[in-house]
């Protein structure tokens, strides 16, 4: 068993994302980080090691690989959005290239999906459907404008969904309502893989739903499954009254299951991603209208049965987090910090925030879970069934905060306010004691 074990993890690890904190959920899709550093309980000016003026504001996440982040900043009205790269240790800025000009979303922003890491490159994802790839150094690579290709995203508040890089594939998730205009093959929603060198569509499913007009945008992003040996069985994707499965290979559906299946609503946007936590996959219904889990089947086919649902209010924006069987929720709906059992959802415990309700989704580090609320409120709980609150505070000056907090493999704890890029460091041992 040790040595199967074993062998798992290696290929699991050889499957994961790119550098330290590849994709906006970390290195493997749950909102995790695997460091053994040391770090910091509270994130104020006694653990702050710098903090960077940013252009522009922005809800993604940064991403970090190879000692340097890179992050996604929209400007004043008209001027261009900026991918940008700092160095991870000094927090100095190093470059900073111009993606396009795009009209602003309706009560959004055009920087709104976080970037990926692919390879030696990042992906840049903008709400217009535009798709940039430059090196670590900032130097253009390709740009691929796939409305060219599929017809317009036609998604409400801007796509804002983040591209997936996984076993060496970049995949591309477009959920999008049906405008009722246009040809046929213009609207249908796609899971697409991307030929990460040039940018060009190598592969292509059709994802057809029955979701009626804004039920049919999805702002959450693809994630891998992966079988008991640790090799990816399937592509997720959510969205669209549905959950679906596909081969990663060719895109094929292997099944779905409808999360409202008599299609009711006409305003069920789903903007939380799933989360997949071994063999059980969990996701936020849309406008925070209950949960589900599903239990996986033993073959890539065979379509998975409902574990348990909860119909009461739970997240509408926040991604869960899970570690060790437990699932790590900031309810944006009611201001709480819960924990729920992944393999039946019993309530493990409930914590109020004092009237703050994150749309920053939790990130656990270290025996840690970091939170952050919209107005630059701050929580660190430990990472347990029933958590206890170690430190709580507030970022000086007014931060909005819409991003998730990264953790780097060298201990560094990144916040990307809407008006700076702050780092903290857990304080350097007394070395005279």
């Known amino acids: 068993m040790r040595i199967r074990s074993t062998l798992s993890t290696i290929v699991l690890l050889a499957a994961v994302a790119s550098g330290d904190w590849g994709h906006w959920r970390g290195a493997q899709w749950t909102g995790v980080s695997q460091t053994k550093a040391s770090l910091p309980t509270r994130l104020d000016a006694t653990t702050q090691a710098y903090g960077v003026a940013l252009p522009g504001k922005s809800s993604a996440t940064p991403v970090v690989a190879d000692g340097k982040i890179f992050i996604v900043s929209n400007q004043s009205a008209g001027k261009p959005i900026l991918a940008m790269g700092f160095d991870l240790k000094t927090g100095k800025e190093l470059w900073r290239h111009e993606l396009a000009t795009v009209k602003s ?207 009461e209010t739970f997240p509408d924006v926040t991604t869960l987090a899970a570690k060790d069987g437990v699932l790590y929720v900031a309810n944006d709906k009611k201001g709480t910090f819960m924990t729920l059992d992944v393999k039946t959802g019993k309530t493990l415990s409930t914590t109020k925030l004092g009237g703050v309700r994150p749309w920053a989704s939790p990130t656990i580090a270290g025996g840690k879970v970091y939170l952050l609320g919209p107005k630059g409120e701050w929580f660190v709980f430990s990472a347990a069934a029933k958590p206890k609150l170690l430190a709580k505070g507030k970022f000086n000056g007014s931060s909005e905060v819409y991003s998730t907090i990264v953790v780097t493999d060298d201990g560094s704890v990144l916040v990307r306010t809407n008006r700076k890029l702050l780092c903290f460091r857990a304080p350097a041992k007394d070395k005279t004691k």
């Open 105 to 311: 979303p309706n009560r959004n922003t055009p920087a709104s999906a976080s970037p990926t890491v692919v390879g030696d490159r990042v992906v840049w994802t903008l709400s217009s459907g535009l798709f940039v790839a430059t090196d670590f150094a900032g130097k253009e690579l390709w740009r691929s404008d796939l409305t060219k290709q599929i017809g317009p995203f036609c998604v409400k508040f801007g796509y804002s969904t983040s591209p997936l890089y996984c076993g060496g594939e970049l995949y591309i998730a477009l959920i999008r309502q049906d405008p009722g205009r246009g040809r046929a093959s213009m609207r249908v929603s796609y899971l697409l893989r991307m030929d990460a060198k040039t940018g060009t569509i190598v592969a292509r499913c059709a994802r057809p739903c029955k979701a009626r007009k804004e039920s049919g945008d999805s702002y959450s992003s693809p994630l891998p499954i992966f079988d008991s040996a640790g090799k990816i069985e399937s592509i997720l994707i959510t969205g669209g009254d549905t959950i679906t499965a596909h081969d990663p290979k060719t895109l094929k559906e292997q099944w779905r299951v409808d999360y409202d299946p008599k299609h009711a609503s006409t305003t069920w946007r789903l903007v939380p991603s799933a989360v997949v936590a071994g063999r059980i996959v969990v996701t936020p219904r849309p406008r925070g209208d209950g949960m589900i889990a599903l239990e996986l089947g033993k073959t890539p086919a065979e379509t998975p049965k409902q574990k348990w649902l909860r119909t």
